[in-house]
């Protein structure tokens, strides 16, 4: 059974920087992409960034683009969303999640098409 659990959310102010970590385990890691979500209160669940680990190609969300960084450490089966220039409205609670297919898919999807979700992270940017 896959696994997924992310840490290193927390509080900062406006302009400040975080780094999210997601460590995956119990599926083959590199068949399939990883992806980051956020919500906020009140708000539907929205894409903010997926990298396929064969080849480390990435795709963001245009609200966080220039910003945002998704990386990863293969041999630690690991994702990682490092996060510059923290706005007030980035706020929310960040999970990653696992692609249900495998293969590049070259797209930030929807959420239904993500079967195994972590228990969320929580980020707050104070202005």
């Known amino acids: 059974q896959g696994q997924l659990v992310e840490s290193g959310g927390g509080s900062v102010q406006a302009g400040g920087s975080l780094r999210l970590s997601c460590a995956a385990s119990?599926?083959?890691?590199?068949?399939?992409?990883l992806a980051w979500f956020r919500q906020a209160p009140g708000k539907e669940r929205e894409g903010v960034a997926t990298?396929?680990?064969?080849?480390?190609?990435?795709i963001y969300a245009a609200s966080v683009t220039g910003r945002f960084t998704i990386s990863q450490d293969k041999a630690k089966n690991t994702v990682y969303l490092e996060m510059n220039s923290l706005k007030p409205e980035d706020t929310g609670m960040y999970y990653c999640?696992?692609?249900?297919?495998?293969?590049?898919?070259?797209?930030?999807?929807?959420?239904?098409?993500?079967?195994?979700w972590g228990q969320g992270t929580q980020v707050t940017v104070s202005s």
């Open positions: 990298i396929y680990p064969v080849d480390g190609s990435t």
């Open positions: 999640a696992k692609h249900t297919f495998p293969g590049n898919w070259r797209r930030l999807a929807t959420p239904e098409n993500y079967d195994y």
């Open positions: 119990g599926y083959t890691y590199s068949r399939y992409s």
